[in-house]
């Protein structure tokens, strides 16, 4: 006989993550087992409680969000305790966080990931002197989409432009005035963090005043003057993520604010996109295997035709279907965040792909969650009809998944062979 446990049903545990974990350094586990701990105690019912708030509520001071922000900075979990690490190891700790976060709540984990923003970017654009000016401590945010121009702004190249497509005019634009940078217009009701931020990593519109009007990345403290904000805003998930217009009425910025010019543009929105998809790929894998596990205990619980209901054959495969689910999308995020931080060019195609499958499979496997639950699954005393709407903006969030589907698809072509 082989030497092993004996082999039986029912031993899944799904609170483990994965029975298919490849083995994890010592830190990974540790970290993953006290986020766990923090997503289930303080991330859950905080998102709960923040759901139901108004949007203006959700900001108002003495409001839970501040509480689950305070209590994240005590983990220690910052781009700087990252560096240390061996670029591998930091990227497989940083998407098993991303997921037990997005399994905790989703609009908790973007706030927390953008405040990183700033940081990040500015190590991805090799600019590290921008992280320490813009740290992750203070609430920050990544302003790019604008009234005017949300799926344009995410595709500087016009690969997904039509045919005799005009741009038309930015609704943000930064001007090289003599020795500054001077800001005027508007980023979207959109940006994440827009309504509490107090810097912004900002890709904008640029007229360096000699090559015409091309892109920039800037770094802008925004309690300058010129800088106001409009109502946070009013959505259907997510409801725990502030998100609201940043107006800019001639604000006049040092040029050391600029982190990349209209020469390096696109190759900082391709590199930006890599790790918003990436880490986009890691939480919304938390937010399914949360309506997983929640659609598993309810089939242990519920009783119809005089047994559980996981004895039912239809639900049976219903509940592994969703399990197939969110383990193919678990090893297509995690494969992507390794392979792109060690890699010397990132795959936008790889990172789009994470975006794409884990997302999908978070609004697939809430709404086949919402189906086990029944007439229990569309009501707010369940938690099942949340994840379904906060999946639902995911779809969007980041770049629309069809427009990244063009522009991941525009990396397969081999431009020697596109006759
Ligand atoms: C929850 C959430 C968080 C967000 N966070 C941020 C943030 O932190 N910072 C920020 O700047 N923005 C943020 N956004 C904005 C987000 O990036 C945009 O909403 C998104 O890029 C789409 O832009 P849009 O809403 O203007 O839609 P549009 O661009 O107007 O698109 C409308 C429809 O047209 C389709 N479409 C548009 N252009 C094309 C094209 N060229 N080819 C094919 N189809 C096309 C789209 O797929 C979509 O179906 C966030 C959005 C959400 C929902």
Redesign the pocket.
Known sequence: MLDRPAISAGVFDPSSASLLDPPLTDVQISMRDGLHRFAAEVMRPAGRALDRMSADEVIAKGSPFYAVHEQYRAFGLNQSAMAELPAQEAALLQALAYEEMGWGDSGLA?SIG?NAMPASVARVLGVPEFAERFPETKFG?????EPDH??????STRQ???NNGQYGRPSCLARRVGGDIVLSGQ??A????GAIAEQAVLFSLYDDGKTGIRGCVLYVPLGVKGVSRGRPLE?LG?RA?P?GEIFFDEVKLPADCLAAGPDEYHDALYDTLCLANSSMGSLFVGVARAAFEHALAYAHERKQGGVAIFQHQNVKARLFSMYRKVEAARALARRVAVANATAATPALQGAIASKITATQTAFEVASEAIQIFGGAGMSREYPVEKLLRDAR??M?????N??LA?KGGSQLINAARAN
């Not at 949300?150 to 595709?155: A, H, P």
């Not at 959109?190 to 963090?193: H, T």
């Not at 969007?396 to 629309?400: F, K, T, V």
């Open positions: 973007i953008v945010c990544w302003a790019i989409t949300g799926s344009d702004m995410l595709d997904a432009f039509a980023k979207s959109w940006v994440s963090n959505k997510q993520l998100q903006a995911s969007i969030e980041d770049g629309c069809e427009l063009i």
